[in-house]
């Protein structure tokens, strides 16, 4: 039942019809669902917002290998009217400035974990000479260290240094370790970040020219990576294989018509390898490096072989079924591995005194001295006369 009104209520009403314009309390000026919407203007298709087209999410998604949300991608796309070249330059632009302010906040904070990087790119053809790299990049626990996101971007930072960087361009590192090897020398901080972060060369390749995109910085590259493993990340070195400079030494880093030079690497992981072995038509136009070693410790050797009929010993050993080059390369490997284990030729000198040379030490793997191995190896493969010469060994450990 409803409740009563108080007469006094009454009134009030009374009052207030009395006061009411009697045309104003018409029917025609009643206030319908009709004339509202009368009173709004008519939209355009200019007011309406851009829907994005599902076949260009989907086509984003594909681009981006799903790492850019199917939101980001429907909010590039009503961006850009659906243009999907000025999408993908909206996507870049805001993973990069999200990226610089995220790297930003956590500029400050200690990195002391992290990964070296060894990435060997082949020569060019028989005698030719190879590239390589190395690099260090810090993160600040150990379990980012053994993350695929930056093992991934480590692995991209090593690659892109290999290839782009070969020749070594000399430089004071700016704000990192420095080392005035003729043969590794340092590259600026300034000129590794300012490269382009190319692909992985056992990234498959699209299939679809349009779905490939110009590479980023790798300054942009790292922050996109630090933005997803939430913690501060630091290039800290990096040196290019200085193939076309002349050694300090009474050896020269270029070839000859009766030399070989082969690299040959070496990493400590107790993690699985992060890529499969790379296929040379992966990504056309890009060479890819024969290797990308990740590990707290790495070692790269260079090798060369004299013989004072090259050609010849090299025809030989391949008659006789076995690659010449593959041969120098696993002794190079090899004797990488030594170096990692053994700390590079301190542990074996007495205190105070000189550090032995890695030819002199023993063989981790034994038969003698490195050197009197090597050699042992080397006429078998190529004959009597042969010489091998270990050109340059660097090891490097993350923070030291």
């Given at each position: 039942?409803?409740?009563?009104?108080?007469?006094?209520?009454?009134?009030?009403?009374?009052?207030?019809?009395?006061?009411?314009?009697?045309?104003?309390?018409?029917?025609?000026?009643?206030?319908?669902?009709?004339?509202?919407?009368?009173?709004?203007?008519?939209?355009?298709?200019?007011?309406?917002?851009?829907?994005?087209?599902?076949?260009?999410?989907?086509?984003?998604?594909?681009?981006?290998?799903?790492?850019?949300?199917?939101?980001?991608?429907?909010?590039?796309?009503?961006?850009?009217?659906?243009?999907?070249?000025?999408?993908?330059?909206?996507?870049?632009?805001?993973?990069?400035?999200?990226?610089?302010?995220?790297?930003?906040?956590?500029?400050?904070?200690?990195?002391?974990?992290?990964?070296?990087?060894?990435?060997?790119?082949?020569?060019?053809?028989?005698?030719?000479?190879?590239?390589?790299?190395?690099?260090?990049?810090?993160?600040?626990?150990?379990?980012?260290?053994?993350?695929?996101?930056?093992?991934?971007?480590?692995?991209?930072?090593?690659?892109?240094?290999?290839?782009?960087?070969?020749?070594?361009?000399?430089?004071?590192?700016?704000?990192?370790?420095?080392?005035?090897?003729?043969?590794?020398?340092?590259?600026?901080?300034?000129?590794?970040?300012?490269?382009?972060?190319?692909p992985l060369p056992f990234a498959p390749a699209p299939t679809d020219p349009t779905l490939i995109q110009p590479p980023q910085p790798?300054?942009?590259?790292?922050?996109?990576?630090?933005?997803?493993?939430?913690?501060?990340?630091?290039?800290?070195?990096?040196?290019?294989?200085?193939?076309?400079?002349?050694?300090?030494?009474?050896?020269?880093?270029?070839?000859?018509?009766?030399?070989?030079?082969?690299?040959?690497?070496?990493?400590?992981?107790?993690?699985?390898?992060?890529?499969?072995?790379?296929?040379?038509?992966?990504?056309?136009?890009?060479?890819?490096?024969?290797?990308?070693?990740?590990?707290?410790?790495?070692?790269?050797?260079?090798?060369?072989?004299?013989?004072?009929?090259?050609?010849?010993?090299?025809?030989?050993?391949?008659?006789?079924?076995?690659?010449?080059?593959?041969?120098?390369?696993?002794?190079?490997?090899?004797?990488?591995?030594?170096?990692?284990?053994?700390?590079?030729?301190?542990?074996?000198?007495?205190?105070?005194?000189?550090?032995?040379?890695?030819?002199?030490?023993?063989?981790?793997?034994?038969?003698?001295?490195?050197?009197e191995v090597l050699s042992r190896e080397a006429s078998a493969v190529f004959g009597e006369g042969t010489k091998v010469v270990l050109?340059?060994?660097?090891?490097?450990?993350?923070?030291?």
């Amino acid at each position: 039942m409803a409740a009563a009104i108080p007469a006094r209520c009454h009134g009030i009403h009374l009052r207030l019809a009395r006061s009411i314009p009697r045309t104003l309390l018409t029917p025609s000026h009643a206030f319908t669902s009709s004339t509202l919407r009368l009173s709004s203007p008519p939209s355009t298709a200019s007011d309406e917002a851009v829907k994005p087209s599902v076949q260009l999410v989907a086509k984003i998604r594909k681009i981006t290998e799903n790492s850019v949300s199917i939101t980001r991608a429907r909010a590039a796309l009503a961006a850009t009217a659906n243009d999907l070249d000025a999408a993908m330059a909206w996507l870049a632009d805001d993973e990069a400035r999200s990226g610089a302010a995220k790297a930003a906040t956590l500029a400050g904070r200690h990195a002391g974990q992290g990964l070296v990087c060894v990435a060997i790119a082949p020569p060019a053809g028989p005698g030719g000479v190879p590239t390589a790299a190395m690099v260090e990049v810090n993160c600040e626990t150990d379990f980012v260290a053994r993350n695929d996101v930056f093992r991934e971007a480590c692995a991209r930072v090593g690659s892109s240094v290999a290839i782009m960087g070969a020749g070594g361009e000399l430089g004071e590192a700016e704000g990192g370790v420095h080392t005035t090897d003729p043969l590794l020398p340092s590259l600026p901080l300034s000129l590794l970040l300012s490269l382009p972060a190319l692909p992985l060369p056992f990234a498959p390749a699209p299939t679809d020219p349009t779905l490939i995109q110009p590479p980023q910085p790798l300054s942009t590259h790292l922050s996109s990576a630090i933005s997803k493993v939430g913690e501060n990340l630091v290039l800290r070195r990096g040196a290019s294989l200085a193939t076309s400079t002349p050694s300090s030494s009474s050896h020269s880093s270029t070839p000859d018509a009766a030399s070989l030079l082969a690299a040959g690497a070496h990493a400590h992981s107790d993690l699985p390898a992060l890529y499969s072995p790379p296929n040379p038509a992966t990504q056309p136009g890009v060479p890819p490096p024969a290797r990308i070693l990740l590990g707290r410790v790495a070692a790269l050797v260079l090798l060369r072989v004299h013989h004072p009929t090259l050609p010849a010993a090299l025809a030989r050993a391949a008659a006789g079924g076995a690659d010449p080059v593959e041969k120098v390369v696993g002794w190079a490997d090899k004797v990488a591995a030594h170096v990692v284990a053994t700390g590079g030729g301190g542990e074996q000198a007495e205190a105070g005194s000189a550090p032995v040379k890695v030819e002199d030490q023993e063989f981790l793997y034994g038969g003698g001295t490195v050197g009197e191995v090597l050699s042992r190896e080397a006429s078998a493969v190529f004959g009597e006369g042969t010489k091998v010469v270990l050109e340059g060994v660097w090891r490097w450990e993350v923070g030291v």
